[in-house]
């Protein structure tokens, strides 16, 4: 299974993403963790996105990484090393599994009908991230809401950037069809060099339900207590509030959206900012309970 695994992998790492992943904010006593949580993440996405393996391979697959991590073998490395990582810390699988329910259905749906369908699959594939990195820090439970709307957003941000290549290279369609019906429009509308009128109506419409998530994550970074996982939030809230700002007036179709490494560095340095102000200022929120 190792093998097999390591051959749909894509060799995109930490680094390549388009938010922070165990950045140097994270203490350095969690990044090992959250690395090890990472590569089983990287590793099952690129397994369901693999353009040439049948869906029953990309499955079967995917069992054995799930088969790995509660134990029952250790025929996936990086499977076995976050079992251990987690267990040495006396840490739940529950999110890594979640997400693995996530990647499965990318196997096996290739549309969304509407938002809260949508929803319900950000619910597995980016709420358990946030929660994960909650539970490694020791954060309360009263946190995952916010924290859940923060990583819906990002999640939907990623979509609408990469939604013209998803369905070209993958046929996967995450823009709501009932959105895109509304505005007299198919998938194919996706497949365009770049987007009419219509679709970037579509497109507005959806920053504005991303708008409203980020103002659902606000209070996130003053409820955690971890100071440097404050700032962390503060930067992807900060970075992902400009990127769907872009998504406002750009058409990821045809235009850059992503944002450049001085850019992101400018945008993370004001995100930052603003949290450590907050906190020496304000404090913590006192509304969100912790344990």
């Known amino acids: 299974m190792s093998t097999a695994a390591a051959e749909l992998t894509s060799g995109k790492g930490h680094r390549d993403e388009n938010f922070p992943v165990a950045s140097l904010m994270i203490a350095p006593r969690h990044r090992a963790v959250v690395l090890a949580f990472y590569k089983v993440a990287r590793l099952a996405d690129d397994i369901a996105d ?20 509660t134990g029952l073998d250790d025929e996936v490395p990086p499977a ?23 990647f499965r259905r990318d196997v096996v749906k290739s549309r969304y009908a509407d938002w809260a369908e949508l929803m319900d699959y950000c619910r597995f594939s980016a709420a358990p991230v946030g929660r994960f990195m909650l539970d490694v820090h020791g954060e309360s439970q009263t946190t995952w809401p916010a ?89 992807i809230r900060r970075l992902a509030l400009s990127l769907n700002r872009r998504l406002a007036r750009r058409d990821p179709l045809c235009e850059r959206v992503h944002h450049g490494k001085i850019e ?21 929120n006192p509304k969100v309970g912790h344990r």
């Open 50 to 69: 693999h353009p040439s393996a049948t869906p029953d391979e990309k499955l079967s697959r995917l069992a054995g990484v799930e088969s790995c991590l």
């Open 80 to 102: 076995a090393a976050l079992r251990r990582a987690l267990a040495e810390r006396g840490l739940t699988v529950r999110h890594t599994l979640d997400l693995l329910e996530a």
């Open 147 to 235: 924290s859940d709307a923060l990583c819906a957003a990002l999640q939907v941000i990623n979509h609408l950037q990469d939604c013209g290549k998803d369905y070209l290279d993958l046929d996967r369609v995450y823009v709501p069809l009932d959105s895109l019906a509304a505005a007299g429009l198919g998938v194919a509308a996706l497949g365009a060099e770049s987007a009419d009128g219509a679709l970037r109506g579509v497109f507005t419409k959806l920053t504005s339900r991303i708008a409203g998530l980020l103002d659902e994550a606000g209070p996130l970074a003053g409820s955690v207590r971890d100071s440097r996982l404050a700032l962390e939030i503060g930067v």
């Open 264 to 284: 992101a560095l400018t945008l993370a340095l004001l995100g930052a900012g603003g949290v450590l102000g907050s906190r020496l200022g304000l404090g913590r």
